[in-house]
């Protein structure tokens, strides 16, 4: 069970002001981490978007473009598995920030953790990444995006759990689901 939870916090639009990524080796998270980005937008903050993460212009106005960051963000994505809580949002932000400087996009299939927590757990009358973490008691500082990035990897270990699953592969399998590719 390996796969990298990744979850963007965004200034505007498409443009990221946070990335946040958890990796899982063998069923077990073994490192969390989380970058502010100066998005291409710097220094509009839709002030929609900055109440709900409270990232405002001011915080990532020292912090480097997606493209400076790229070379330490690409081996946590590239030849992996990745999953978002909502991940139709998280890898169009992706397509668009690699879009918007330029960049190769890397080999990754994916998966999104809202499609298998409604499957796992039927009985949940919403499955956003809140929803599903209180219901599992799993304690996070929702809409910063290292903790949230690491939530919805708790939330796809949970999920596979209950179909006991030994690997990504088997337990999109058992949920009648395939990985996307990027």
Known sequence: MT?????????????????????????????????LIKPACFPYMNPWNQRVHGI??????????????WGELKPWMEDRILVAHNAAFDMRVLRATLACYDLAIPRVEY????????????????????????????????????????????????????????????GLKKFGMQLKKL
């Open 111 to 170: 998966f999104c953790s809202v499609i298998v927590s409604r499957k796992a757990w039927k009985e949940l009358p919403r499955h956003t990444l809140d929803a599903v973490s209180n219901y599992h008691h799993i304690q996070f500082n929702h809409h910063r995006a290292g903790d949230d990035a690491e939530a919805c990897a708790k939330i796809a270990l949970k999920a596979f759990e209950t179909v006991a699953a030994c690997s990504v592969e088997d």
């Open 56 to 69: 405002s212009s001011s915080d990532v106005s020292t912090a480097q473009t997606f493209e400076e960051l």
């Open 3 to 35: 796969f990298t939870a990744i979850d963007f916090e965004t200034a505007h639009a498409n443009f990221p002001c946070e990335i946040g990524l958890t990796r899982v080796e063998d069923g077990e998270i073994c490192e969390s981490k989380s970058w």
